[in-house]
């Protein structure tokens, strides 16, 4: 098995998710420029968080027209993984990979802390390790991390399991109060209806050692890996 | 040929930073304003050559694909 971490003008997070992979999953890695157009070799990408083009636009816009997003593309179609993490979630939105997109917080702050999210679909290759409910403290780190979209979206996304990560309080109760950004019914991460494509605001790469606070996000790794390994076997 | 593209929020979508702005306009003593959206406006220059029915179907289709984000903004091209 092997990972792949893209790696934008502007990307920041992109260490911090192949230190992960490598050290903590303990899998193959390689970081991939964003002009690079095969995948091939790979089973799972990362789109890592950061500020791609520098937010120019509206963030994720201009990443969108890379040369390696084509080939992502196809490598989501072929069914293989691709993991957008914060400025990933949005690119991925932008790109039309995810439905929906991620707006200015409600409160216009760019937030830094750790929040916590509850696991709404333990039936995702990104959530295989959990369960439903289970709760997980992870770093938020986002200015546009509002996400909306219309009802019919809305809908389809409930009706099909896709909502993955809602924001909680510390006893998983998805409530006004623990929405830190006013995203629509709490959603902090959601998958596509194959749900091989994930993106979340969160960030669980910031998450795997006790050391930073909690090691929360490990499990979102394990499960990916170990989905990976299983279809390998 | 200038292509104006003005890119504004759908109804229906928050706009804290307009909330925030009419918030200051307040302060500063205006009055009877019931709501400020922002939005974007860009300048496309076409050079001279192209016909205008070029440039026009170009500034549509650079309005829908990158300058707006359909899920959330609408668009409008005026031509000066």
Known sequence: ???????????????????????????????????????????AVIVPGGFSYGDYLRAGALARFSPVMGAVKRFAEEGKF???????????????LLPGALIRNRGLHF????????????????????????VLSIPIAHAEGNYVCDDGTYD?????GQIVFRYCDNKGDT????????????????CNVNRNVLGMMPHPERACEELL??????????????TIAALES | MLAKVYVTLKSGVLDPQGTAIHHSVELMGAEGISNIRQGKYFEIRFDDDLSREQAESEAEKIARDVLANPVIEDFRVEFV
């Not at chain 1, 509850?118 to 390790?129: G, H, I, K, W």
């Not at chain 1, 409530?175 to 959601?190: F, L, V």
Request: aromatic share 8%; charged share 20%; hydrophobic share 30%.
């Open chain 1, 111 to 134: 937030i830094c802390k750790h929040v916590n999210i509850s696991v709404q679909n333990e039936n995702t290759p990104y959530t295989s390790e959990l369960k439903n409910g289970n």
């Open chain 1, 175 to 190: 409530n006004a109060d623990s929405n830190p950004n006013g995203s629509r019914s709490n959603i902090a991460g959601i």
């Open chain 1, 213 to 226: 606070g909690s090691n929360d996000g490990r499990d979102i790794f394990r499960s990916l890996s170990n």
């Open chain 1, 1 to 43: 098995m092997k990972f792949g971490v893209l790696v934008f003008p502007g990307s920041n997070c992109d260490h911090d998710a192949y230190h992960v992979v490598s050290k903590h999953v303990g899998q193959p890695v390689d970081f991939i420029w964003h002009k690079e157009t095969d995948l091939s070799g790979y089973d």
């Open chain 1, 156 to 160: 389809s996304l409930e009706e099909n």
């Open chain 1, 82 to 96: 691709v993991f957008g993490i914060c400025n990933g979630f949005q690119i991925l939105c932008e790109a039309g």
